[in-house]
């Protein structure tokens, strides 16, 4: 497949709702979106976890008092910092 194909492939599942984009540093990553999810993204190998928005309820209330900014639904937020191998 031409890759132009693949990015196109991509948007439309993006906007479809079946994959969600990553932005973090480097390259875009692509993931299945399931239930709601935040990201955290290793600086180091660029490893992407995700974690339930339902374990970040706590953060997400506290920055919306303190910022005004409401994560979408999907789960926005996204933490930088090395992942467990990486801090090693
Ligand atoms: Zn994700
Ligand atoms: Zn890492």
Same mark, same amino acid.
């Given at each position: 497949?031409?890759?132009?194909?693949?990015?196109? /492939?991509?948007?439309? +599942? *993006? @906007?479809?709702?079946?994959?969600? %984009?990553?932005?973090?540093?480097?390259?875009?990553?692509?993931?299945?979106?399931?239930?709601?999810?935040?990201?955290?993204?290793?600086?180091?190998?660029?490893?992407?976890?995700?974690? /339930?928005?339902?374990? +970040? *309820? @706590?953060?997400?209330?506290?920055? %919306?008092?303190?910022?005004?900014?409401?994560?979408?639904?999907?789960?926005?937020?996204?933490?930088?910092?090395?992942?467990?191998?990486?801090?090693?």
């Amino acid at each position: 497949m031409h890759l132009t194909t693949v990015y196109r /492939a991509l948007i439309a +599942l *993006t @906007e479809a709702g079946v994959v969600h %984009a990553v932005h973090g540093p480097g390259p875009t990553r692509y993931g299945l979106t399931g239930e709601p999810h935040h990201h955290t993204f290793c600086q180091q190998c660029g490893q992407v976890t995700a974690i /339930a928005n339902e374990h +970040l *309820t @706590e953060t997400v209330r506290r920055l %919306a008092e303190l910022t005004g900014l409401q994560p979408d639904s999907a789960g926005s937020l996204l933490a930088y910092g090395r992942c467990e191998g990486c801090s090693a």
